[in-house]
């Protein structure tokens, strides 16, 4: 059943003030805005020549499985070609961080890619508030795609590491050439422990798409189609940057793009509802300041591990999808265009006061 509650939510304010600082390799940072109510505890603006390595690890290969455990069909690399700082982007706020997919010969693939990531070098949890502003340019075609998503960086006492999907996953920006009008913000979790074993069917998820148009979740759940979008159609992913963040509290985590809240997912049974738990997984759409929410529950399913009281490590990853019933955006169609850039701006991570 799908019950729409009428709810008025105060907006967060945002203070002016504004600070220069300089990064790792002594270049000035442009003005980051100070939130009311935060601390900022990390930040990568892209500003240097190069990436800083005191920040990012650099991935090559293709993962688990041979195919990043999703059915893709790329090789990421650490050359130029896939990953470097470019500086002549229109509207960024000083370098970006291009991440580009090219169709071409490399090894044992026919497509290369880039991806980073911020494992063992930084990590966060509740209490935090994290961002990036990212132009996915030129994913356009079905089977390009582009993430901004975390993994988890703790591992239970006694355990040589956390498997998946027990430990988690927060997919703040998942956005495919396939679904070009929308973005959808996840979290995958366990629905047992099995004593920390990956088992093929135990793995629940719970994700919201936005509509860049409507800036709320569509009325009706978008389907492959549309693509390619005209060139900077603000209408999608592809048409300039947006700001895609996450609010981690104790007991939810809300995904908002450019400020706007759509997707609201509580861990615990019966929080979304604010009623007794059933011992469901469940969502609830809402009317929040006249745009529909998706709110839902629940992903701490056992008391072993409670994955979203941990902390987690960023990743920035673009991929080329190889398989329609395992990759999330579908096969590559052959008339997709390459090379395939997107631009990460900064992102950052403020601390809740």
Same mark, same amino acid.
């Given at each position: 059943?799908?019950?729409?509650?009428?709810?008025?939510?105060?907006?967060?304010?945002?203070?002016?003030?504004?600070?220069?600082?300089?990064?790792?390799?002594?270049?000035?940072?442009?003005?980051?805005?100070?939130?009311?109510?935060?601390?900022?505890?990390?930040?990568?603006?892209?500003?240097?020549?190069?990436?800083?390595?005191?920040?990012?690890?650099?991935?090559?290969?293709?993962?688990?499985?041979?195919?990043?455990?999703?059915?893709?069909?790329?090789?990421?690399?650490?050359?130029?070609?896939?990953?470097?700082?470019?500086?002549?982007?229109?509207?960024?706020?000083?370098?970006?961080?291009?991440?580009?997919?090219?169709?071409?010969?490399?090894?044992?693939?026919?497509?290369?890619?880039?991806?980073?990531?911020?494992?063992?070098?930084?990590?966060?949890?509740?209490?935090?508030?994290?961002?990036?502003?990212?132009?996915?340019? +030129?994913?356009?075609?079905?089977? @390009? $795609?582009?993430?901004?998503?975390?993994?988890?960086?703790?591992? !239970? /006492?006694?355990? #040589?590491?956390?498997?998946?999907?027990?430990?988690?996953?927060?997919?703040?920006?998942?956005?495919?050439?396939?679904?070009?009008?929308?973005?959808?913000?996840?979290?995958?979790?366990?629905?047992?422990?099995?004593?920390?074993?990956?088992? +093929?069917?135990?793995?629940?998820? @719970? $994700?919201?798409?936005?509509?860049?148009?409507?800036?709320?979740? !569509? /009325?009706?759940? #978008?389907?492959?189609?549309?693509?390619?979008?005209?060139?900077?159609?603000?209408?999608?992913?592809?048409?300039?940057?947006?700001?895609?963040?996450?609010?981690?509290?104790?007991?939810?985590?809300?995904?908002?793009?450019?400020?706007?809240?759509?997707?609201?997912?509580?861990?615990?049974?019966?929080?979304?509802?604010?009623?007794?738990?059933?011992?469901?997984?469940?969502?609830?759409?809402?009317?929040?300041?006249?745009?529909?929410?998706?709110?839902?529950?629940?992903?701490?399913?056992?008391?072993?591990?409670?994955?979203?009281?941990?902390?987690?490590?960023?990743?920035?990853?673009?991929?080329?999808?190889?398989?329609?019933?395992?990759?999330?955006?579908?096969?590559?169609?052959?008339?997709?265009?390459?090379?395939?850039?997107?631009?990460?701006?900064?992102?950052?991570?403020?601390?809740?006061?």
């Amino acid at each position: 059943m799908r019950i729409t509650v009428m709810l008025i939510l105060i907006p967060l304010l945002i203070c002016c003030q504004k600070s220069d600082k300089k990064d790792n390799n002594g270049d000035v940072k442009t003005n980051v805005p100070a939130y009311d109510g935060y601390q900022l505890i990390w930040q990568e603006e892209f500003n240097g020549n190069t990436l800083d390595n005191k920040k990012w690890n650099i991935e090559t290969g293709t993962g688990i499985g041979g195919n990043w455990g999703t059915g893709q069909l790329d090789r990421a690399t650490d050359r130029p070609e896939n990953l470097r700082i470019q500086t002549d982007i229109p509207d960024a706020d000083g370098g970006t961080l291009a991440v580009t997919t090219r169709k071409e010969s490399f090894v044992d693939r026919n497509y290369t890619s880039g991806r980073v990531n911020t494992q063992n070098l930084g990590a966060f949890g509740p209490g935090t508030r994290i961002e990036a502003r990212i132009w996915a340019r +030129d994913v356009k075609y079905k089977g @390009q $795609g582009f993430a901004f998503w975390m993994m988890p960086v703790e591992k !239970p /006492a006694g355990q #040589p590491n956390i498997m998946w999907p027990q430990g988690g996953e927060i997919d703040i920006m998942e956005y495919v050439g396939s679904i070009p009008y929308h973005n959808l913000g996840t979290v995958h979790y366990a629905w047992f422990w099995k004593d920390n074993q990956y088992l +093929d069917w135990n793995h629940g998820h @719970q $994700g919201a798409y936005y509509n860049y148009a409507e800036r709320q979740v !569509p /009325a009706v759940k #978008p389907e492959y189609g549309a693509w390619p979008p005209k060139d900077n159609d603000p209408n999608t992913g592809s048409g300039g940057f947006h700001t895609y963040r996450i609010d981690w509290y104790k007991e939810r985590i809300e995904f908002s793009i450019d400020g706007q809240v759509y997707h609201m997912h509580y861990f615990n049974d019966g929080d979304a509802f604010g009623q007794a738990p059933d011992g469901q997984d469940g969502q609830i759409e809402r009317t929040i300041n006249g745009k529909r929410v998706l709110a839902t529950e629940y992903s701490h399913h056992f008391n072993e591990w409670k994955p979203f009281e941990h902390s987690f490590y960023l990743i920035l990853s673009a991929g080329v999808g190889g398989n329609d019933n395992q990759t999330y955006g579908g096969r590559i169609t052959e008339d997709a265009k390459f090379p395939c850039s997107v631009f990460i701006d900064w992102v950052r991570v403020y601390k809740r006061l």
